[in-house]
């Protein structure tokens, strides 16, 4: 987005770049403030790890912090408010716009490139949804060589992205407040949402069996990806995209106190998912399946 923006003359030498963030995102922004020469703001909320918060501060950037989130659209859109008065303060400043620039989703072609030569054939995709950029850049490109390829959505229960109410959302990294416009709508065969417990589960089972891990969006897709490679047939090759890893989440996902504190340890966390036709049909609170993938009026309206 940033090299982008440089290459059109939209983000000017030396100029302000301002951004919301919960946290993978700003990194990559500080990295690329440093790589381009722009200084950098990243607006973000209480959720954001102390120990990522300190890291971005390293790297060079400013990190303004909301204290209140809006009524609707949650800290999200707290963000996105003070992202906006950022830009009026500082004339000549870029946004990346995120949730809507479509050079984030051009971005993930060399990742759709790399598993292609890493794993020639894919069946099936399983990505989390956010700001909606790797789903949708990664299937693309995807497709170009392999048409019938099934894209797989996972999200977590409280997001708006796939049509359910807004809700308070335990879990970074995935979900949404608002409609982001990358999030290509009919590339999904399908949406799973996953409740925090649930990809906590996943995410310490993955690590003491597979010697790898990450936080709650690589927990929520492996219970996802783990499900489908039970049940699809035999020689389905399916690729995971693993946002992150779990150094983030020491304090919270490998956190015992803080789990138990959520109560992660007394729910019980199921084998395989409910199952909804229509994401109107009810609000779901734990892991649901849902083959209908249509944008919610409020994305289609703007």
């Known amino acids: 987005m940033v090299e982008r923006a440089v290459a059109r003359g939209t983000l000017r030498p030396g100029a302000r770049v301002i951004e919301s963030t919960s946290g993978t995102l700003g990194l990559g922004l500080a990295l690329a403030g440093i790589?381009?020469?722009?200084?950098?703001?990243?607006?973000?909320?209480?959720?954001?790890?102390?120990?990522?918060?300190?890291?971005?501060?390293?790297?060079?950037?400013?990190?303004?912090?909301?204290?209140?989130?809006?009524?609707?659209?949650?800290?999200?859109?707290?963000?996105?408010?003070?992202?906006?008065?950022?830009?009026?303060?500082?004339?000549?400043?870029?946004?990346?716009?995120?949730y809507n620039n479509p050079d984030n989703v051009d971005g993930y072609q060399s990742l759709a490139l790399e598993l292609l030569t890493q794993l020639g054939h894919i069946d099936v995709l399983v990505c989390s949804v956010g700001t909606g950029g790797h789903s949708a850049g990664v299937a693309r490109v995807l497709r170009r060589f392999q048409p019938d390829l099934r894209l797989i959505g996972v999200d977590t229960i409280g997001s708006t992205i796939f049509g359910q109410p807004a809700a308070a959302r335990l879990m970074r990294g995935l979900g949404s407040s608002i409609h982001p416009a990358n999030v290509d709508y009919p590339a999904f065969a399908e949406v799973h949402w996953v409740a925090p417990h649930e990809a906590v589960w996943a995410a310490r089972t993955l690590a003491s069996t597979h010697y790898c891990s990450g936080g709650w969006s690589v927990g929520a897709v492996a219970l996802v990806a783990g499900w489908l490679a039970r049940t699809q047939p035999a020689g389905t090759r399916i690729a995971a995209v693993f946002p992150d890893g779990p150094h983030r989440y020491t304090d919270t996902v490998y956190n015992d106190d803080y789990c138990a504190e959520h109560g992660f340890f007394d729910l019980p966390v199921p084998t395989e998912p409910d199952v909804v036709g229509d994401p109107n049909e009810q609000v779901v609170r734990h892991w649901t399946r849902c083959t209908t993938v249509v944008a919610p009026a409020a994305a289609v309206s703007r």
Do not use: K, N
């Not at 703001?41 to 204290?67: F, N």
């Not at 989130?69 to 716009?97: E, F, H, K, M, N």
């Open 35 to 98: 790589a381009h020469r722009h200084p950098v703001t990243l607006v973000t909320d209480p959720g954001m790890e102390p120990m990522l918060r300190r890291m971005l501060t390293a790297y060079g950037a400013t990190v303004d912090l909301v204290t209140e989130p809006c009524a609707i659209g949650g800290w999200q859109q707290a963000r996105r408010d003070r992202v906006a008065q950022l830009l009026a303060t500082y004339p000549g400043s870029w946004c990346p716009d995120q």
